[in-house]
C-alpha cells in the first residue's frame, strides 16, 4: 500500500501543474472564463513569459474564438525576463500580483477600460520607468506599485480613483494630471521628488499627505474648484515658496502647510472659516499674515515656530479660539473694522509698540495683550464692559490706559504687573474688581473711582500694592463710603474732588510742588465755556504753579467752548482732553507739546484748523476722531510724529496737510500721514512772539506788533502769534513782555 501511495501523490502534482492553464495560443497561457479567456500561468513555478508580449484582443482554441477580458492573479509574476506587454484594449481586470517581479519589464500600457490595479500586480517591476493611469481606474490595490524604483514619470488620468494603495512614489519626478481628474488620492505623490505640478480645475477633492514631503517642490497653484486643503495635504515641502489657495476654500486643515520654511507670503481667501491645527507651523519665512472676516477658530499651534512673523492684520469678525497661535515676534497689529471679538492670547507676548481697537469690538480675551512689554497706551473702546482675566497683565511699558464708559467689570489680573501705569480712571458703571487687578502697578499714583458706590473688591490683593502711593480720587459726597469700603479704607489719601484748587473758573490738578495741570470740576464734565485763556502760571495759597498740562478728559463734553488759547509752557494733552467740544473751531497746539493723548480732540465737529506744535512726537489713537470739518490741519514738526493708528484722524480725503517744505517727502512716506490726499509744504513761523512770521523773534516783531497796536501795520502781521502774555487780548502788555523776553535771550521761565 505504501509503495503505491508515493507515485499516486506524484502523479497528482504534476496534474496540479499541468493544469495551470486550460489551453495555450502562441506561448500565451489562457483560461476559460465562460465565453472569455484569462491569461495566466503555465505552472506554479511561474516565470512563464520573456521577450515582448502582445497579447491578442481574440485568441481561437478549438476553432472557438474567445475575447481576452482579463490577466488573472499571478500571470506573469516572476518572469524576470519579460520586457514589454501590449495588453488589449478589452482587458477589465488585472489580477494581484499580475506583473510581480517582472524586473526587466520597463514598458506597459494599461488599458482604458481597467476599473482596478489589485494588490502588488507590479510590485518589484524594478526597470518600470513610466505608468499612466487611466481614466476608469477607481482603486490601486496594497504595494501595487512597491519597490518600483526606477519609476520617474507619472501621467494620472484617474477621475475617481480614492485609493493609490501606498503606490510607492518616492522617485518620481514628472508628473501630469489629466484634465477631467476630480479627486487625487491620499498620498498622491507623497515623498515624490516633483519640482512643480499642474492641478487641472476639474480636481475637486486633494487628499491627506497628497504632496507631503515633496521637498523640491517649489510653487503650487490650487484651481479654485477646491474647497478644503486637507491634513498635510502639503506638509514638509522644505522648497515651496509660493502657493495661491482657491476662492472657494472654506478650511484648511490640521498640518496642511506645516513645515515650509521656505514660504514667505500667503494670501489666506476671504471664505476661510477654519485653520486647523499646526497649520503653518514652523513657516520660519513667513513674515505677514492677513486673518480674514470668516475665520472664527484658529487651532492650536497653527502659527507655532513662525519666528519671522512681524505683521498681522486681523479682520476675524467672531472668532473665539486662537489655538496658542505665537506672536511672540510680532511688532505690528492691525485690526479691522467690524471686528467683534479679539480671542484669548490675541498678541500675547508680542512686541507691539501701539494697538488701534476700533468701536466694533466688544469682547477681548483673556491674555489678550498680557506680556506685551512694548505696548505703552491703550484706548478701550466704550464697546467693552469687561476686561477679562490678565487682559493687560505683565505690560512693563505701559503708561496710558483709557477706560471705556460702559465698563462694569475688571477681572483677576487685568492690570498687573503694569509699573509703568501712572494714573488711572476707573468709570462710574465698574461694580467689581477681581484680585491682584493692580497688583504691582509701582508707579500708579493717582487712582479715580467714579462710582457712586464702592465696587466690590475680590481680595487683599486687588489694590494692596497701592495703598500708600496711590491718591485715591472718589465722586465728591461719597468719600465716607469709601472710607469705610472694604479695602478702600486701606488707602491713605482718599479725596472727593476731582481738582485740587481752582483760580479765575479754570480748575487745577496738583502734579508737583509748582506745578499742576488744567482738569475738570467733577464727573458731569461740561466745566468750561465760551473763550478759555490758560495761563502760564497760576498763584494758589501762596504757591506759584506753572501750569505745564492739560489733564485727561479736562474740557470734556464742554459744548459751548468755542475756543481755548494753551500757554507755551503746556507739555503735555491727556487722553478725551477735548472730547465732544462740539463748539471748538480752531485749535493751536504749542510748540513744547511733546505728546497728545487718545482721542484728545474726538468728536470736535466744528473743528476746521488744527495747527500741531513743532515738538509734538506722537499722537494718540483717536486724537482728531469725528473731526470732520477739519479741513486744515498744519503739523510743525520736521519729523512726522508718530499716529497710533489710522483712526487717529478720519479727514485723510477733506483736509489739507501743511508741513515743513523740507519735510514734505517724509509726511508723504510716514505711516498714516501719508494717507492725506494733499501734503503741501508751507514755511513754518517760529510761533508764539514772530509776529511778522520770518521765522525769528527778535525787535522786528516788537515794532510789527506797536504798529498793529497804533492801528498801522503792514501785511505781514500774525494774529495767532501777537498775544504774547497770553491773557487773551492783543495789546501793549504783549509788547512789553516780549521786549522782556528778546533782552533775557529767549528764556521765557
Not at 481614466?135 to 514619470?153: E, P, Q
Not at 476671504?270 to 472664527?296: E, R
Not at 512686541?351 to 489678550?368: L, M, R
Request: glycine residues 8%; charged residues 15%.
Amino acid at each position: 500500500m505504501k509503495r503505491l501511495f508515493l507515485p499516486l501523490m506524484l502523479a497528482l502534482l504534476t496534474l496540479a501543474q499541468a493544469s495551470a492553464y486550460t489551453f495555450e495560443v502562441d506561448g500565451i497561457y489562457y483560461n476559460k472564463n465562460g465565453t472569455n479567456a484569462t491569461v495566466t500561468f503555465r505552472d506554479n513555478n511561474y516565470n512563464s513569459y520573456s521577450g515582448e508580449v502582445i497579447i491578442p484582443d481574440t485568441v481561437t482554441y478549438d476553432g472557438i474564438a474567445y475575447p481576452v477580458t482579463a490577466i488573472g492573479d499571478g500571470a506573469f509574476q516572476n518572469s524576470a525576463g519579460l520586457t514589454a506587454v501590449t495588453i488589449p484594449s478589452a482587458v477589465t481586470s488585472i489580477g494581484s500580483n499580475a506583473f510581480y517581479g517582472c524586473t526587466s519589464l520597463d514598458g506597459i500600457v494599461i488599458p482604458e477600460g481597467l476599473t482596478k490595479i489589485n494588490e502588488r500586480t507590479f510590485q518589484n517591476c524594478s526597470s518600470l520607468s513610466a505608468i499612466n493611469i487611466p481614466a476608469d481606474v477607481t482603486s490601486i490595490g496594497y504595494n501595487a506599485f512597491a519597490n518600483c524604483n526606477a519609476l520617474t514619470s507619472l501621467v494620472w488620468n484617474a477621475v475617481n480613483c480614492n485609493s493609490r494603495g501606498e503606490m510607492t512614489t518616492a522617485n518620481i519626478e514628472q508628473v501630469t494630471i489629466g484634465d477631467g481628474v476630480t479627486l487625487l488620492p491620499e498620498y498622491f505623490l507623497f515623498e515624490s521628488n516633483i519640482t512643480e505640478v499642474s492641478i487641472p480645475a476639474s480636481v475637486m477633492t486633494i487628499g491627506s499627505y497628497a504632496f507631503g514631503w515633496c521637498t523640491e517642490l517649489q510653487e503650487v497653484y490650487i484651481p479654485d474648484s477646491i474647497t478644503v486643503i486637507n491634513e498635510h495635504t502639503f506638509g514638509a515641502c522644505l522648497g515651496l515658496k509660493s502657493v495661491h489657495l482657491p476662492a472657494a476654500l472654506t478650511e484648511i486643515k490640521r498640518s496642511g502647510f506645516e513645515r515650509c520654511p521656505s514660504l514667505n507670503e500667503i494670501v489666506i481667501p476671504a471664505g476661510v472659516t477654519k485653520l486647523g491645527d499646526y497649520v503653518f507651523n514652523q513657516c520660519n519665512s513667513l513674515t505677514a499674515i492677513n486673518i480674514p472676516a470668516g475665520v472664527t477658530s484658529i487651532g492650536y499651534n497653527a502659527f507655532a515656530n513662525c519666528n519671522a512673523l512681524k505683521s498681522l492684520e486681523w479682520n476675524a469678525v467672531n472668532c473665539n479660539s486662537l489655538g496658542n497661535m505665537t506672536t511672540a515676534n510680532i511688532e505690528h497689529v492691525t485690526i479691522g473694522e467690524g471686528v467683534t471679538r479679539l480671542p484669548s492670547y490675541f498678541v500675547f507676548e508680542s512686541n507691539i509698540t501701539e494697538v488701534s481697537i476700533p468701536a466694533s469690538v466688544k469682547t477681548i480675551g483673556s491674555y489678550a495683550f498680557g506680556w506685551c512689554t512694548e505696548l505703552q497706551e491703550v484706548y478701550i473702546p466704550d464697546s467693552i464692559t469687561v476686561i477679562n482675566e490678565h487682559t493687560f497683565g505683565a505690560c512693563l511699558g505701559l503708561k496710558s490706559a483709557h477706560l471705556p464708559a460702559a465698563l462694569t467689570e475688571i477681572k483677576r489680573s487685568g492690570f498687573e504687573r503694569c509699573p509703568s501705569l501712572k494714573e488711572i480712571v476707573i468709570p462710574a458703571g465698574v461694580t467689581k474688581l477681581g484680585d491682584y487687578v493692580f497688583y504691582d502697578c509701582d508707579s500708579l499714583t493717582s487712582l479715580t473711582v467714579r462710582a457712586i458706590e464702592p465696587p466690590t473688591v475680590s481680595g487683599s490683593t486687588t489694590l494692596s500694592t497701592l495703598y500708600n502711593i496711590a491718591k485715591l480720587r472718589v465722586p465728591r459726597g461719597v468719600i465716607e463710603d469709601y472710607q469705610a469700603a472694604n479695602y478702600w479704607k486701606n488707602f491713605l489719601t482718599i479725596v472727593s474732588d476731582e481738582y485740587d484748587f481752582e483760580v479765575d473758573g479754570i480748575y487745577y490738578v496738583k502734579t508737583g510742588d509748582n506745578t499742576a495741570s488744567v482738569t475738570y470740576k467733577d464727573t458731569d464734565y461740561n466745566t468750561y465755556s465760551g473763550a478759555i485763556s490758560i495761563p502760564k502760571q497760576v498763584d494758589y495759597e501762596g504757591v506759584t504753579y506753572r501750569v505745564t498740562g492739560i489733564s485727561f478728559e479736562a474740557f470734556k463734553d464742554c459744548p459751548d467752548l468755542t475756543k481755548v488759547t494753551m500757554s507755551k509752557r503746556i507739555k503735555s494733552i491727556g487722553y478725551n482732553a477735548f472730547e465732544n467740544c462740539t463748539s471748538l473751531t480752531k485749535v493751536t497746539i504749542p510748540d513744547n507739546v511733546t505728546a497728545i493723548g487718545a482721542g484728545a480732540f474726538k468728536g470736535c465737529t466744528a473743528l476746521t484748523d488744527a495747527t500741531i506744535g513743532s515738538s509734538v512726537a506722537t499722537i494718540g489713537a483717536q486724537a482728531f476722531d469725528g473731526c470732520d470739518a477739519l479741513t486744515t490741519v498744519m503739523s510743525r514738526s520736521v519729523t512726522p510724529p508718530t499716529l497710533a493708528g489710522r483712526d487717529c484722524f478720519n479727514c485723510y480725503e477733506t483736509a489739507t496737510l501743511k508741513v515743513p517744505i523740507a519735510a514734505v517727502e517724509d509726511y508723504s512716506s510716514a505711516d498714516y500721514w501719508k494717507e492725506f490726499m494733499q501734503i503741501v509744504g508751507v514755511e513754518i513761523n517760529a510761533g508764539l512772539g514772530d509776529v511778522d512770521g520770518d521765522g525769528n523773534i527778535g525787535i522786528s516783531d516788537v515794532t510789527t506788533l506797536i504798529d498793529f497796536i497804533l492801528g498801522g501795520g503792514g501785511t505781514s502781521f500774525y494774529e495767532e502769534n501777537a498775544d504774547f502774555d497770553e491773557n487773551g487780548n492783543i495789546g501793549i502788555s504783549d509788547a512789553t513782555a516780549l521786549i522782556d523776553y528778546i533782552l533775557s535771550g529767549g528764556d521765557d521761565d
